[in-house]
């Protein structure tokens, strides 16, 4: 009898569930929580995905009319995807409190919910201003456990954890193909969204960045406003040298656009401070933290300019920071520009 298997990407055994399951049976002690936890993030993003799809006939352009915590306008999108986050990770009782870029505070298990031991944290839709444009956007996240003793509500001193104990993270990128990307801490997995099934498959086993690229991503507009390091760099990186070609740009201006590329190609991506911004505009805990973890496990680096991102200790939910990330030798560039006096 022919045995039959389907070609390309779309087979059983390399799906996202399957993939999550077999990493938890690697991890002795497993209970479930974490792979229960992942397909309902899974579920959101696919949802999440739908809408996107179809933002312009499903009257979901444009923006709520709010302002979000960050001072920035809220699009329809990002309270859609914010929602559907919330919705689907405290309806699998895996997490103990949330936290997510669009809300002031910690979001809290509802009590008719149970609460697992882990802690969910969401920029749930990145890029929002390429929205209205149909350009590439994002959703990240990061899960840590819990930190306080006991069971039940977590709080807000189970949000504030540096990157270096992240569990997991990853990122939805809804650009030309859906992909999910994730990390444990070992290996950087991608895996291309098949609407005909509903379900991710694995394309990208085992990322690694290059040591060094051919691309730096940064928003030069702000180049007056930066320190002098920054701006040397910014002329030393375009100019061809004996031994150096000048790099290319690319800047897409969702950070999970930029920096899918960047895993996948390297290369640099900078989001510096400037005079009436030091801490610059990207969020510590739903954006640099989680890249972070992912650049690194792919081989990277990733610093705020002074020290590696996963060892900043946040002290409030909505902290700002510096990003300096991607491949090491580029990284390393940067910060020797800034270095410098
Ligand atoms: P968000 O849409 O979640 O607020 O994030 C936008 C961020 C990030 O994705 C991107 O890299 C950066 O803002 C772009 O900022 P500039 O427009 O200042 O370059
Ligand atoms: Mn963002
Ligand atoms: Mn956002």
């Not at 959101?44 to 809408?51: F, L, N, T």
């Not at 986050?85 to 509802?110: D, F, T, Y």
């Not at 989680?290 to 002074?306: I, N, Q």
């Amino acid at each position: 009898m022919a045995s039959w298997r389907p070609a390309g990407p779309v087979q059983p055994g390399s799906s996202l569930a399957r993939h999550v399951l077999d990493m938890q049976r690697a991890s002795p002690g497993a209970s479930g929580n974490f792979t229960g936890l992942f397909q309902q993030i899974a579920l959101a993003v696919k949802i999440i995905h739908s809408r996107v799809h179809r933002a312009g006939l499903a009257g979901v352009l444009g923006l709520t009319g709010e302002t979000n915590v960050q001072g920035e306008m809220v699009a329809k999108l990002d309270q859609f995807s914010n929602d559907t986050l919330v919705k689907c990770a405290e309806s699998g009782g895996h997490v103990c409190v949330m936290a997510s870029e669009e809300v002031e505070e910690v979001i809290p298990v509802p009590l008719e919910e149970p609460a697992g031991k882990y802690v969910l944290m969401f920029d749930p839709l990145d890029g929002s201003g390429n929205i209205d444009v149909n350009a590439s956007i994002g959703t990240i996240f990061s899960i840590y456990k819990r930190r306080t003793p006991g069971e039940g509500r977590g709080t807000l001193e189970d949000c504030l954890q540096p990157g270096r104990d992240l569990v997991a993270s990853g990122y939805a990128i809804y650009g030309s193909s859906t992909m999910f990307v994730y990390t444990t801490g070992n290996g950087v997995y991608g895996f291309t969204f098949d609407p005909s099934v509903g379900e991710f498959f694995l394309s990208h086993d085992n990322i690694r960045i290059p040591k060094r690229g051919s691309i730096y991503s940064i928003n030069e507009g702000h180049y007056h406003s930066w320190v002098p390091g920054m701006r040397r760099w910014a002329d030393w990186i375009k100019k061809p040298e004996e031994g150096k070609k000048a790099y290319g740009h690319r800047y897409i201006g969702a950070m999970v656009a930029d920096l899918h590329r960047t895993l996948l190609r390297g290369g640099v991506f900078c989001y510096p401070g400037s005079e009436d911004k030091p801490e610059g505009k990207l969020r510590l805990l739903y954006e640099a933290a989680p890249f972070a973890f992912l650049v690194e496990a792919a081989g990277g680096a990733a610093s705020d300019g002074s020290q590696r991102i996963l060892d900043v200790e946040p002290e409030v939910l909505h902290q700002r920071t510096p990003l300096f990330i991607g491949s090491s030798e580029d990284v390393s560039d940067v910060l020797g520009f800034l270095q410098e006096t």
